[in-house]
């Protein structure tokens, strides 16, 4: 199959790729396609309504304060989002975080399994461009399970609306989070809750870190 591929990809003048390890894939022992007609792409940044209105936390939770911790994510839910280690995740996080949320939008093969595994979460299903980007606007951190894309869209879509992102470190998310900039990257779920917890717990760099990930979808 290898040896197919090659012969594939060697009939163009130009491959593009998504991150880094894909490119370095096709350079290397593998492939040993020439690394000049390899090109680093990514998906564009999206435009984002200066009016939009940020979610008030409370209307998705009735016993919410404007101080409570509430998580993000946006994506299909199917097992290979990495989905399944959230509730792992928000148990850990939850032992020195008692009030912390997670707000889940989207829908897929794994839905009912996580809402069983999760009743605490609120779950919006798919929702319309105006209440996902109030709800980027609203919350506080982005949580990226996810250890399989090839690149992770919706982190732009976090970082074009200032909320920082913690993701596994893999392809894709590496490419795209400045540690300790924009967000985090981390090896694990056990990691990450770690890194979720001590976000919280430093109020001081909130503020710079939305600033970073503006910043940042600058970039694309």
Not at 12 to 34: C, K, P, S, T, Y
Not at 169 to 196: F, W
């Amino acid at each position: 199959i290898r040896r197919i591929l090659r012969l594939l990809y060697s009939q163009f003048d130009g491959i593009f790729v998504l991150n880094r390890e894909h490119r370095d894939w096709l350079a290397g022992f593998e492939m040993q396609l020439d690394r000049s007609r390899i090109f680093l792409t990514a998906h564009h940044a999206p435009q984002v309504d200066a009016a939009v209105a940020p979610v008030d936390r409370r209307t998705l939770f009735a016993d919410a304060t404007e101080d409570t911790p509430v998580l993000f994510i946006a994506c299909r839910l199917s097992a290979e989002k990495g989905i399944l280690d959230l509730p792992g995740i928000m148990a850990l996080a939850r032992q020195s975080l008692p009030d912390i949320r997670l707000v889940i939008a989207g829908s897929g093969p794994d839905e009912d399994e996580l809402k069983a595994l999760m009743p605490e979460a609120k779950f919006m299903g798919w929702v319309d461009k105006e209440t996902l980007a109030s709800l980027y606007a609203g919350l506080d951190l982005f949580v990226f399970p996810s250890r399989f894309d090839t690149f992770g869209n919706v982190l732009l879509e976090a970082f074009a609306h200032g909320m920082p992102a913690v993701a596994y470190d893999c392809k894709g998310p590496r490419d795209i989070i400045e540690p300790g900039a924009s967000g985090y990257l981390v090896r694990g779920s056990t990691e990450m809750a770690e890194q979720i917890v001590a976000h919280f717990r430093w109020p001081g760099r909130r503020a710079p870190m939305r600033a970073a990930a503006l910043k940042r979808a600058g970039h694309y």
